[in-house]
């Protein structure tokens, strides 16, 4: 479960990886030029967070109810859309396209209400952003890989492909798992940075 291993998962799925980083901000850019049901759908999500965030901030506790929210949304939908991603990809492919779109939107909704870019880029998407985003990336990479991996399978029992020339379960699972893990841990890092740093620099 170490950091070298972890590093060779994501070099052996760099591929899957750029695909995913290159959907993701394609949607990113979808969500900053959305217009008509596209916005209205993308408007109706931010509305849900906004009354989620406004439950946090009145609590007892905002920062501390604000990391326990952000860590265990982010933890549990980044391994789930792992092993979700044995349904053929879509889930991963879905949840890309969604959080890209979404972001997209939240940037430029933000700019448009005055907000400068740097402020709403450097301060309240930056510190943790860079933690991540790059982990809701390699969660969907491995999460397309899991179906690519399914597919294959079936096509080899089915007689489309050469028997042996399938995935590697044993290796693919022990590979999941350590990736599960990892962006666990550093989803951890990110809510302590967002509920803290990022919170700070946002309330100024």
Not at 94 to 104: E, K, R, S, T
Not at 131 to 155: D, H, Q, Y
Not at 166 to 186: C, E, H, N, Y
Request: hydrophobic share 55%; glycine share 10%; net charge positive.
């Amino acid at each position: 479960m170490g950091l070298k291993a972890f590093f060779h998962d994501l070099h052996t799925t760099r591929r899957l990886i750029l695909i995913s980083a290159l959907l993701f901000c394609t949607s990113i850019m979808v969500g900053w030029l959305s217009t008509g049901t596209i916005q209205s759908m993308l408007a109706q999500q931010m509305e849900g967070l906004g009354e989620v965030a406004q439950r946090l901030q009145n609590s007892e506790h905002p920062q501390w109810s604000f990391f326990v929210f952000i860590f265990f949304n982010n933890a549990i939908k980044c391994v789930l859309v792992i092993f979700m991603g044995a349904v053929f990809g879509i889930a991963p492919f879905i949840f890309l396209i969604v959080n890209g779109m979404v972001l997209g939107f939240v940037v430029h909704l933000q700019t448009d209400m005055g907000r400068s870019m740097y402020e709403v880029v450097v301060k309240g998407l930056l510190p943790h952003g860079v933690i991540e985003l790059p982990v809701l990336i390699i969660a969907c990479a491995f999460g397309l890989k899991f179906g690519i991996n399914i597919m294959s399978t079936i096509g080899t029992s089915i007689g489309l492909k050469r028997k042996g020339t399938g995935p590697a379960w044993d290796v693919f699972m022990k590979q999941t798992l350590r990736v599960s893990i990892w962006s666990v841990i550093l989803l951890l890092i990110a809510a302590a940075i967002e509920s803290g740093i990022t919170y700070r620099l946002l309330s100024q």
